[in-house]
């Protein structure tokens, strides 16, 4: 998502400004990955790494998490888990379980990590949105400017995460914890964006996005129910 800024006309000025912002903290992101990254490897070539299966307790086997407040690792941007692990590594980001799993880590270890989650296949949400959530939900996307960052179909870009059919408890509360200035933003633009988001926003986002797949337009038909 973007910045309060993205609520007002999107003139060439703030456009620019926007994508300023957005690629220097990708070319920041990306000095960490020239430092970690051994090269890229083929999804069917990959084993799992022993590392990777002790993220299954909680992260689900392959990613896919099964436990509502942990979010869906698998097809997520390889970019995007680097980052991530190595802000936990470093204290930027800080949680109660990964903080001391990641403070081991080696830049080998994140390499390896994000390369096996970032080739796994992402579970089709179970959720069933209705015509209204869809409405609201691509709205408030297209308002804030989420597609711009997250990719037209939320499904994630270079280091931005994918935000379709990850978790409803997650998407939520990482949008609160954004809300209340006390989850970690290197360069604000997520604490703005949700500071101008208001509870019934939220709920209503997180509902929206729960429901999608990273492989479905963004006012597509809702996630069918679980065959029987």
């Given at each position: 998502?973007?910045s309060d800024l993205c609520r007002r006309p999107t003139s060439g000025a703030?456009?620019?400004?926007?994508?300023?912002?957005?690629?220097?903290?990708?070319?920041?992101?990306?000095?960490?990955?020239?430092?970690?990254?051994?090269?890229?490897?083929?999804?069917?070539?990959?084993?799992?790494?022993?590392?990777?299966?002790?993220?299954?307790?909680?992260?689900?086997?392959?990613?896919?998490?099964?436990?509502?407040?942990?979010?869906?690792?698998?097809?997520?941007?390889?970019?995007?888990?680097?980052?991530?692990?190595?802000?936990?590594?470093?204290?930027?980001?800080?949680?109660?379980?990964?903080?001391?799993?990641?403070?081991?880590?080696?830049?080998?270890?994140?390499?390896?990590?994000?390369?096996?989650?970032?080739?796994?296949?992402?579970?089709?949400?179970?959720?069933?949105?209705?015509?209204?959530?869809?409405?609201?939900?691509?709205?408030?996307?297209?308002?804030?400017?989420?597609?711009?960052?997250?990719?037209r179909d939320l499904g994630g870009q270079q280091h931005i995460p994918r935000?379709?059919?990850?978790?409803?408890?997650?998407?939520?509360?990482?949008?609160?914890?954004?809300?209340?200035?006390?989850?970690?933003?290197?360069?604000?633009?997520?604490?703005?964006?949700?500071?101008?988001?208001?509870?019934?926003?939220?709920?209503?986002?997180?509902?929206?996005?729960?429901?999608?797949?990273?492989?479905?337009?963004?006012?597509?038909?809702?996630?069918?129910?679980?065959?029987?």
């Amino acid at each position: 998502m973007k910045s309060d800024l993205c609520r007002r006309p999107t003139s060439g000025a703030v456009v620019k400004r926007l994508r300023q912002k957005r690629w220097m903290r990708a070319a920041w992101l990306a000095g960490c990955m020239l430092a970690i990254s051994s090269g890229t490897t083929a999804a069917q070539d990959i084993a799992v790494p022993p590392k990777a299966q002790v993220c299954a307790s909680c992260h689900g086997v392959g990613g896919n998490s099964h436990i509502a407040a942990i979010p869906n690792l698998a097809g997520q941007p390889k970019q995007f888990l680097v980052a991530a692990l190595y802000m936990f590594r470093e204290g930027k980001r800080k949680n109660d379980l990964m903080s001391p799993m990641a403070s081991g880590l080696s830049n080998a270890d994140l390499n390896e990590l994000a390369t096996y989650f970032s080739s796994q296949k992402q579970e089709q949400p179970t959720a069933v949105l209705t015509e209204q959530q869809i409405s609201a939900g691509a709205a408030l996307t297209q308002q804030n400017h989420c597609i711009a960052c997250h990719a037209r179909d939320l499904g994630g870009q270079q280091h931005i995460p994918r935000l379709a059919g990850q978790h409803y408890d997650y998407i939520k509360a990482q949008l609160i914890s954004f809300h209340a200035s006390t989850r970690y933003d290197m360069d604000g633009v997520m604490t703005s964006a949700a500071q101008a988001l208001s509870e019934n926003d939220i709920e209503t986002l997180a509902v929206y996005l729960s429901g999608l797949t990273s492989i479905a337009p963004i006012s597509a038909t809702p996630a069918k129910p679980p065959t029987k």
